[in-house]
């Protein structure tokens, strides 16, 4: 088992940012491929960006290309989304996935675990 929690959420004027943070423990990290995705209300869960496990490869939803940023700390069993630019839509609850495929993707269905989740609100 993994477990996942994400941190960093917060409220925001638009143009702002923020870096979320998910901390992983009960397996050895840097076997899984992790990503973000966010959902909001009244919408389905959407990808937002991935990165293996070795962190030499990422992947963006283009919605936020140049304007995120993930990243990974194995030492740290750490993931961050680094958001700059924040736009109003951007509001979301944003979660924090793991996956046994250590590739980067954007499918939903690689990821085995996920973190509870933290809001992300950007105001105009």
């Known amino acids: 088992q993994v477990q996942l929690v994400e941190s960093g959420g917060d409220l925001v004027r638009a143009g702002g940012s923020l870096r979320l943070s998910c901390a992983a423990s009960?397996?050895?990290?840097?076997?899984?491929?992790m990503a973000w995705f966010r959902q909001a209300p009244g919408k389905e869960r959407d990808f937002v960006a991935a990165?293996?496990?070795?962190?030499?490869?990422?992947v963006y939803a283009d919605s936020v290309k140049g304007r995120f940023t993930i990243s990974r700390d194995n030492a740290k069993s750490t993931v961050y989304l680094q958001m700059d630019n924040l736009k109003p839509e951007d509001t979301a609850v944003y979660y924090c996935?793991?996956?046994?495929?250590?590739?980067?993707?954007?499918?939903?269905?690689?990821?085995?675990?996920w973190g509870q989740g933290t809001q992300v609100t950007v105001s105009s």
């Open positions: 009960g397996r050895t990290f840097d076997n899984f491929a």
């Open positions: 996935a793991a996956g046994w495929r250590r590739s980067a993707g954007s499918d939903y269905a690689r990821y085995n675990y």
């Open positions: 990165i293996n496990w070795l962190g030499s490869t990422t």
